[in-house]
């Protein structure tokens, strides 16, 4: 249902406010997902230098354990920097009095087979209203 021209010029007046306070564009952009994904991609890209840096030093120094333990602060920091750019991606959202799983939008949005619970589930969502 489309807003009245009374309500569309409450709502710019709304959102000029709110676009002019600096607090509440601080609460914003504090809480917003994509900051804080774009924060822990900049804390992995600085471990997978160190790591890199371990890795050069203990090959240097011809101790194999600090070098493999270099590679696997990268790996591990590289894992986590992909996980971040996913949850990025494809925040999870929820919708007031649904019941939308991670697990389920990312196995559609990602062009996969439905697996056998969200078939399940998306067959008790369609079924009459007469048999409940």
Do not use: C, N
Not at 2 to 10: I, K
Not at 100 to 126: F, K, N, T, V, Y
Request: positive net charge.
């Amino acid at each position: 249902m489309p807003l009245s021209e009374h309500e569309q010029r409450l709502f710019e007046q709304i959102e000029r406010s709110l676009a002019e306070d600096p607090k509440f564009a601080s609460a914003v952009r504090a809480s917003d997902p994509r900051f804080h994904a774009r924060r822990r991609l900049l804390v992995a890209a600085g471990v997978i230098i160190a790591g890199l840096a371990l890795l050069v030093y203990g090959a240097v120094i011809k101790t194999p354990p600090l070098a493999v333990a270099g590679f696997v602060v990268m790996l591990a920091s590289a894992a986590f920097a992909v996980q971040s750019h996913r949850r990025a991606q494809s925040p999870d959202l929820h919708v007031v009095g649904g019941t939308a799983s991670r697990r389920r939008s990312r196995g559609r949005a990602g062009g996969r087979r439905p697996g056998l619970i969200d078939r399940l589930e998306d067959r008790w969502r369609q079924r009459p209203e007469g048999h409940r």
